[in-house]
């Protein structure tokens, strides 16, 4: 009997986290299995055999998306053909819906069963795509708790397996061996500069936190500053931003980067729910391009953007958008999340009742419990492999 074979496909930086955690839970149930698909490093040191890299992929908007309708295509192509010719036991897609729902649609009519990990955000916009999803996915895995009823109500076989960030978030070494290996000095303040995980977001944003960092170091001289680069973000486009600005650059010590910070200026996305995991105080920010941001603002339902805030249901951390993201406003709320001790505790507490709600753990094991079911459901042989 040929070894058991898996397709896993993801977008950008969170999900290659995400997915190298999957694969590797999928190969201790599946010791001798064969995995391939679409991802980074961190999927590819997992033992996945990487068919093309999110640096293509990693795209902010529709409209950003167009420059890269070609390379997404190739992409698209390459991944069908493969798995027409070599057909998985299941596919497991991890969020990237622009993209996952067409593969998904070609992964249904091959009678390849799928299981979609990390929901598309359809309570924030295009809710239109739960139809979709209920006809093409053969199981929806979500990390929110509020997503499960959206998906059970419109008859999607739905699981709640917990957020993946609770398993991996945490500091790996003290704050004295960080400073030491940075040259920082362990009691004066940091503040960590996180502007995002794709190219284009990184320039939409880490410039105005260069300026607000100036405005803070102009206030409070002893300030150092910290910039964690995202993995498989090439390190050349934040140099030529940085120029020779007194910013530290972090390479594979993002959670000690953050938890080591008195406070974190964080773009919208992973990092906001990391930072708020490993208890620093945050301002989230974020600016896209103005068509974007302008056809945005009719099609989504949500008040609020942060997801720490979205979970919570209130602006329990501050946040900055477009216009609201400037020098000034980020350089201001920076240094009240450093030195105001009331809203301080205010943050942290409502950060333990945000982690109550991610679930109990393991998340990565839930998967592959889920994905052994789909298979044993659809061919009960192939859970031999």
């Known amino acids: 009997m040929n070894p058991t074979r898996f ?10 986290m995400y997915g190298a955690e999957v694969a590797r839970a999928l190969k201790r149930r599946f010791p001798a299995a064969s995995l391939f698909g679409h991802g980074g490093q961190r999927m590819r040191d997992a033992g996945v055999e990487i068919e093309a890299d999110i640096s293509h992929t990693a795209v902010v908007g529709p409209f950003e998306a167009i420059a890269y309708f070609g390379t997404l295509y190739r992409i698209f192509r390459r991944l069908a053909d493969r798995t027409e010719a070599e057909p998985p036991d299941a596919a497991v897609l991890i969020d990237f819906p622009d993209f996952n729902l067409r593969l998904a649609k070609r992964l249904k009519a091959s009678g390849i069963p799928v299981i979609y990990y990390i929901s598309p955000q359809v309570w924030a916009w295009r809710e ?7 006809e093409l996915v053969d199981k929806m895995l979500v990390i929110f708790p509020f997503e499960e009823e959206i998906y059970k109500s419109a008859g999607v076989d739905v699981e709640f397996v917990g957020h993946p960030l609770k398993d991996t978030v945490k500091a790996t070494g003290s704050k004295e061996e960080f400073c ?19 190219r284009k977001e990184v320039r939409f944003i880490l410039p105005t936190l260069c300026e607000a960092s100036a405005r803070i170091a102009a206030e409070k001289p002893d300030t150092q500053f ?14 030529d931003i940085l120029r020779a600005r007194p910013i530290t650059v972090v390479t594979g010590e993002t959670y000690n980067a953050i938890r080591y910070a008195r406070a974190a200026m964080v773009a919208s996305g992973t990092a906001t729910l990391e930072t708020a995991l490993l208890g620093t105080p945050e301002v989230i920010v974020y600016r896209i391009g103005r068509a974007t941001w302008f056809l945005g603002k009719f ?29 000034e406003a980020v350089s201001r709320m920076t240094i009240k999340l450093m030195d105001d001790v009331w809203m301080q505790s205010k943050i942290r507490g409502n950060y333990e ?9 393991k998340v990565a ?10 298979i044993s459901s659809s061919s009960p042989q192939r859970t031999k492999g």
């Open 365 to 374: 094991d839930r998967v592959a419990d889920a994905v052994t079911r789909v």
């Open 226 to 239: 910290v910039l964690p680069i995202a993995s498989g973000l090439d390190r050349k486009i934040v140099d």
């Open 180 to 198: 030491r290996k940075y040259g920082l000095d362990p009691k004066k303040p940091i503040v960590a500069m996180l502007p995002g995980s794709r």
């Open 353 to 361: 009742r945000l982690r109550r709600q991610l679930g109990g753990g």
């Open 7 to 16: 397709l896993i496909v993801a977008g950008e930086a969170s999900g290659d």
């Open 299 to 327: 099609l989504l339902k949500v008040r609020l953007f942060g997801i720490v805030n979205i979970i919570l249901g209130e602006e329990v951390v501050p946040e900055l958008f477009q216009d609201k993201f400037t020098p």
């Open 128 to 134: 239109g795509r739960v139809k979709q999803i209920r």
